[in-house]
């Protein structure tokens, strides 16, 4: 099963390219909430 960047590649490039703000904004977020070493937000699976 294809997903929807598989699916429309164009629309979400032409999404992401205008309202690449959001993403930046993400990012930034993020970077907060990580660690710069060990484990972050994620977590390991037994």
Known sequence: MKNAFDLYPEKYDKWFDKNDT???????ALKKAIP??????????L
Do not use: D, S
């Open 22 to 28: 959001f993403y930046l904004t993400e990012l930034k």
């Open 36 to 45: 710069p070493t060990g484990k972050g937000i994620e977590r390991e699976v």
